[in-house]
């Protein structure tokens, strides 16, 4: 018997979902494609990779909440430069980091070591961006370059929604009619320039009489928590990075046990750890200069704590034993001296507890 080859028995070629061209996440991408000049910045990345920039990019908008700045405080910056050295900075995990704008302005087309990059004999000009390209031209050329296959991979996990101020604007664009006098006040409301979104999510409210379900918004995250996120996310990609991981790590355990806070890190101290984040190679010089750091963030800690006669030993484990010997050799006849006479008593009752761990 042969098959029915007719219209009926043929199957319907699935056809791609449309983009969501307002999406957050899409205009990261055509924003950094646009300011390379090519979408070959994402070749041959996968679907977990975009996951992970997706991640990234959630990082960076929960951190950038009351920021009036356009990119806020914190920045996607590069290993590897986009412009300014002989090859063209990949927008990829590896080649990526969020870091202090005010660091990653003044870094500039530095380029410290390692990252990822489109070396200039590889450059394929198909995937340039031509002048006229609209932004949905862009995006498919991107998605040609990735490949449908790992793109759809990617979506079909990550649902890329239209923005919250875009799906606001398409439900009073559904909602308000012209002719009805009613709606002239909500017209009205919504052809104010700069109109906010959260403006918009009142007027949705009022035409709709339905309290709009707020999505938790941004959080603080403090520089020393954004290094640690980064540092850690980073050694997945160069394992060195795991010793300076653990140094960030402990003194800002101590920070938080003593303080019940973050560690207020220099702006020095910072750029220190972005240059390390951004391909510094880690040396033995490098292991001096983080013990360093890990003694004077643990003295200035030590130093608040002791005089607040509340505090306890801190947890086992957090510290060396060579390391509080070290700190109270330094400072222990300092912290005397201010006429705390229970402060001796208190690092005797740590170490003895840290050497019994």
Known sequence: MK??????????????KPLQMSNAFIRLLLRHAKEAGTVQIVEG????????????????????????KVFGAYHFSHVYPVKGQ??????VPCNLVIASASLNRSFKNTHLGGGAYIHFSEKNSKWDVQVGMDDKAIMELMIECITRPVW???TKVTKLLPSTRQARLDTLG???????????AYLKALNTPGISTQDLGM????VTGKEIFQVGGGCYVSPMMMLIVETERMSAYRSELLQVLKVLEQVQQMSSYFAHDSFAITEFDEGLFFDFLHGKTITETTVE????????????????AAIRPMFGPAPIDSYSPAQLAEYRAMNVGAVASRENPG????WDEVMEQQLAA
């Open 343 to 346: 402060a001796s008593d208190f």
């Open 45 to 68: 990345i996968t679907a977990e990779q975009l996951d992970e920039l997706h991640e990234m990019h959630k990082l960076q908008v929960r951190a950038n909440p009351s920021s009036a």
């Open 86 to 91: 002989k090859h063209t900075g990949k927008f």
């Open 152 to 154: 759809e991979a990617f």
């Open 203 to 206: 007027l949705v409210e009022a």
């Open 289 to 304: 200069v983080l013990n360093d750091f890990l003694v004077e963030s643990l003295t200035s800690i030590y130093d608040a």
């Open 174 to 184: 559904k909602l308000l009619d012209p002719t009805n006098p009613e709606h002239a």
């Open 3 to 16: 098959r029915n080859k007719g219209k009926k028995g043929a199957r319907k070629k699935r056809e791609p």
